[in-house]
């Protein structure tokens, strides 16, 4: 008898695989519904909505980024102290000694394809108008997720802490102190004012809240890192599963009635 | 910029490499016209480019600088005069335009091949100017080249099905999509094809990941403030909105604006045909403006905003060095400045600091007045009227709210444009200017 016969015979593999081989129809089938992973997925589907011209594999390729930056992330985090004092020295060590440090190649990079990927998923929903009823709150689940995808990238740019980060969140940030009447130099803050005290100061306004300082120092060193590694990615993964839940409830892949 | 002569034995492996890359790219294209297409005129004659593109690789490699394939010196300062903001959005409109009303051209196969072909050899033949290659291979901006070659494909793939799609329906037939609906099992035809894009991409991403290094610059000072200070590329457009409005608008409410209007759009659009496949003659109005706010004003806005801002914000052209002393001739002028002083000849409206509130608020209104009729005409007076003409018909099946939601983000969205030309042709700075309460618009 053939080694991967036993295998597959054996307790073991039996009792983690609820399901044969899928060589044939029947059994083909089965493995859709009886193992975890592959149930987010139909049995079987019309032969377009999995078309590469169709679908540009887009929204899949999104996602698989997504885990890519989890995985490397996580790993990254083992070598990566978010203080003034490590932070730049970590990622130093990470290109000059680390052996491994190619994972932040490859988180980085990864994270601008995710930006990019998300972008054109949304550009081939458009266009195949796949965002029409009975899709519309999906839709507007998936631009929540381009957002946070945003922010993901923009709180991850800060972490290396050298001047290409501090300057690029700085720049960025700024525009938060111009916000209408919570910014303190924003339109109609100097209504906020109370028995002739400022309620919003450069201490007090939405800059200083995302910052948690009066500019890019420790505090939001600290702030980023939880957003990027735990606040955002938690809920990212929670929005997720309703747009892929949501995909399927809707009527799986959109094509003409 | 002072060359100090190495530049081109530095990228002479990556051009060589570069042009060897299209050279296969055409071969492959040549040996699949000819085995699987049976066209063997069109075979020859991608081959005959594969051997030229192979001849432009070994002189590449030399490295010298009357071998290596540039463009003319004379070409460079040209395009170098002629772009600025203004030529810059005139030429991306133009091209969009054009692409748009001769889609049934550009949609064929050997026509889209040849401008593909011709944009690859014009970005090498650039990539030989030292200046240009300085900040398209910056490693940030690297993923921007990418991108604008990727929508540059998919939008040529979802057009040819669109214009396919069209033809058909216009002859009574349904979508291509729909020929296409028999079922097939998810195990293997979707496992299998996610499995592979997996692969794919993850060799793809460590490919990129050992080839190019991350960038990682001098440790963070906030003393030393870089010249030009840019956000991370992908809100460079926005930052570029910033030339054009004050932040509280083009950092905070125009891109909320933005989010919103994407999670309205399909709420607002009640075109029930379109759903489910390409097609743009069933849903020009939406296909449209998409594309306007999407690659006109966002695409192209960070493309500006990364390779085309140099120092102090000011613009660059393609081929000239980014020196921090370039001085550009500021002379915006306020919207009541224009017509108190300079039309009507007199002061601007003035009131002494310790008059009543009264009196503080009705002269800046009056001051502000020109300004805050034209918003109030634009924002007020134009969706009535507009929906009693050229949306008529959009605000009878859409209903008040609906047509009020649409109508101003439609407005909204049109105000950078209307304002970019307004600071171009008449170097208008704010239309209303309200320091008393940091509102400038």
Redesign the interface.
């Known amino acids: 008898m053939a080694i991967g016969e036993t295998i597959r015979n054996s307790q073991i593999w039996k009792s983690i695989f609820r399901h044969p081989m899928?060589l044939d129809?029947r059994n083909?089938?089965v493995?859709?519904l009886t193992n975890f992973f592959?149930h987010l997925?139909?049995?079987?589907?019309?032969?377009?909505g999995?078309?590469?011209?169709?679908t540009?594999?887009m929204g899949?390729?999104t996602f698989?980024?997504f885990l890519?930056e989890t995985v490397t992330g996580v790993l990254l985090m083992f070598y990566y102290r978010p203080t003034l004092e490590w932070a730049?020295n970590d990622?130093?060590a990470l290109?000059d000694v680390t052996s491994l440090g190619?994972l932040?190649?490859?988180h980085?990079?990864?994270a601008?394809?995710m930006?990019?990927t998300t972008?054109?998923h949304m550009?081939?929903v458009?266009?195949?108008?796949?965002?029409?009823?009975p899709?519309?709150f999906n839709?507007?689940i998936g631009?929540i997720l381009?957002?946070l995808t945003?922010l993901l990238?923009?709180t991850g740019?800060l972490l290396?802490?050298?001047?290409?980060?501090?300057?690029?969140i700085?720049?960025?940030s700024?525009?938060?102190?111009?916000?209408?009447l919570l910014?303190y130099?924003?339109?109609?803050?100097?209504?906020l004012t109370i028995g002739g005290i400022d309620m919003i100061t450069d201490g007090s306004d939405a800059r200083f809240g995302l910052l948690g300082a009066r500019?890019?120092?420790e505090e939001t060193l600290n702030r980023f890192y939880v957003l990027h590694c735990i606040a955002i990615p938690l809920a990212v993964a929670l929005l997720l599963a309703i747009h892929f839940w949501r995909v399927r409830k809707d009527g799986g892949i959109?094509?003409?009635? | 910029m002072h060359s100090n002569g190495l530049f081109l034995k530095d990228v002479a492996g990556f051009l060589g490499s570069y042009y060897t890359g299209l050279a296969i790219m055409n071969a492959v294209a040549a040996l699949v016209l000819w085995k699987r297409k049976h066209r063997v005129g069109d075979a020859i004659l991608w081959s005959c480019v594969a051997g030229a593109l192979m001849i432009l690789a070994s002189l590449a490699m030399s490295g010298s600088p009357t071998w290596v394939p540039h463009l003319p010196e004379w070409l460079r300062k040209l395009v170098n005069t002629l772009s600025g903001p203004v030529n810059y959005t005139a030429g991306t409109t133009l091209l969009f335009v054009g692409a748009f009303v001769f889609r049934k051209f550009f949609v064929k196969p050997m026509v889209a091949w040849t401008v593909f072909n011709a944009a690859l050899l014009l970005m090498g033949l650039a990539m030989a100017d030292e200046n240009f290659a300085s900040i398209v291979m910056k490693p940030?901006n690297v993923?921007i080249v990418?991108?604008v070659f990727?929508?540059a494909f998919?939008t040529w793939?979802?057009t040819k099905?669109?214009v396919e799609n069209d033809e058909r329906i216009a002859q009574g037939l349904?979508?291509?999509?729909?020929?296409?609906?028999?079922?097939?099992?998810?195990?293997?035809?979707?496992?299998y094809?996610?499995l592979i894009?997996?692969v794919g991409?993850?060799a793809f991403?460590?490919a990129?990941?050992?080839l190019?290094?991350?960038?990682?610059?001098?440790?963070?000072?906030?003393v030393?403030?870089?010249n030009p200070?840019?956000?991370?590329?992908?809100?460079l457009g926005?930052?570029e909105m910033l030339v054009y409005f004050?932040?509280?608008y083009?950092?905070?409410?125009l891109p909320s604006m933005v989010?919103f209007g994407?999670?309205a759009?399909?709420?607002l659009?009640f075109?029930?045909?379109?759903?489910?496949?390409?097609?743009i003659n069933e849903?020009k109005f939406a296909?449209l403006t998409?594309q306007f706010g999407?690659l006109e004003l966002w695409i192209t806005l960070i493309i500006l905003g990364t390779f085309l801002r140099g120092p102090n914000w000011n613009f660059f052209g393609p081929f000239e060095y980014w020196s921090p002393y370039k001085v550009e001739v500021l002379n915006n002028v306020d919207l009541p400045q224009m017509f108190w002083v300079n039309l009507l000849n007199r002061p601007l409206p003035r009131v002494a600091s310790d008059a009543p509130w009264y009196a503080q608020v009705g002269t800046i209104l009056l001051r502000e007045a020109p300004g805050l009729l034209i918003m109030a005409a634009y924002l007020f007076l134009l969706p009535p009227l507009l929906a009693v003409t050229v949306f008529r018909k959009y605000f009878a099946k859409m209903g008040f709210v609906r047509y009020l939601v649409m109508i101003n983000l439609m407005l909204l969205m049109l105000s950078l444009p209307l304002k970019m030309v307004l600071r171009w042709t008449l170097n208008l700075k704010y239309l209303i200017s309200?320091p008393?309460?940091?509102?400038?618009f």
């Open positions: 899928p129809r083909r089938i493995v859709m592959l997925h139909p049995v079987s589907i019309k032969k377009q999995i078309a590469l011209s169709f540009w594999c899949g390729v698989f980024l890519v730049y990622i130093l290109r190619v932040r190649e490859l980085r990079w990864g601008h394809a930006v990019i972008w054109l550009y081939r458009f266009l195949t108008g796949s965002y029409k009823p899709r519309e839709w507007v631009v381009l957002l945003l990238s923009f740019y290396p802490w050298d001047q290409l980060a501090i300057w690029a700085t720049v960025g700024n525009m938060a102190r111009a916000s209408p910014g130099e924003g339109p109609g803050q100097q209504l500019f890019v120092g959109s094509g003409p009635l | 940030d993923p990418g991108l990727l929508l998919f793939v979802a099905q669109a349904p979508p291509l999509e729909k020929e296409n609906d028999e079922k097939v099992l998810v195990w293997p035809d979707l496992v094809t996610e894009c997996m991409v993850a991403l460590l990129w990941a050992l190019l290094p991350a960038p990682l610059e001098e440790p963070a000072s906030s030393k403030t870089p200070s840019k956000a991370p590329w992908y809100f926005l930052q004050d932040p509280w083009a950092g905070v409410a989010v994407l999670m759009m399909p709420y659009d075109n029930k045909k379109g759903n489910g496949y390409y097609s849903r296909y998409w999407f309200i008393e309460f940091s509102l400038n």
